[in-house]
């Protein structure tokens, strides 16, 4: 499996991308397929100021829920809401669907991130 390099991964499997000032956060093709058939994107609050770790919203499948983790400090500017009854786009398309979009605090902490290689090598570990 390769992954995009326009972007970077965090250990609890989201995808940033840089889109002018803010960045596009999704999950990645290995978090969804884990999950399963999704049903319910959401709880992500427009506004929001997030340290890195907390909670940014939640997905659900007909499997598990599991949080959306905020990958670095930042502001929650917007939210996908097509994914409010579209949840399946994140199943077909989860490297080109975002969730949600950022204002990080410190645009370097983005950059600390993992690359394309760091991730899955962090996947292949288990």
Not at 19 to 40: C, F, K, R, W
Not at 62 to 76: F, M, N, Q, R, T
Not at 90 to 102: F, G, R, S
Request: net charge negative; proline share 5%.
């Amino acid at each position: 499996m390769t992954l995009p390099n326009d972007r970077k991964y965090s250990p609890s499997h989201e995808w940033v991308k840089v889109q002018g000032d803010v960045y596009l956060v999704g999950i990645t093709d290995n978090a969804q397929e884990q999950l399963g058939d999704l049903v319910y994107v959401g709880d992500v609050k427009v506004g929001a100021v997030l340290a890195a770790g907390d909670t940014a919203g939640v997905v659900e499948s007909v499997k598990a829920a599991s949080d959306l983790i905020a990958p670095v400090d930042c502001e929650v500017v917007e939210f996908n809401e097509v994914l409010e009854s579209q949840p399946e786009l994140l199943n077909e398309a989860p490297m080109d669907t975002w969730i949600y979009k950022i204002r990080a605090k410190n645009p370097g902490d983005v950059d600390e991130l993992l690359d394309g290689e760091g991730y899955l090598a962090l996947v292949d570990a288990g």
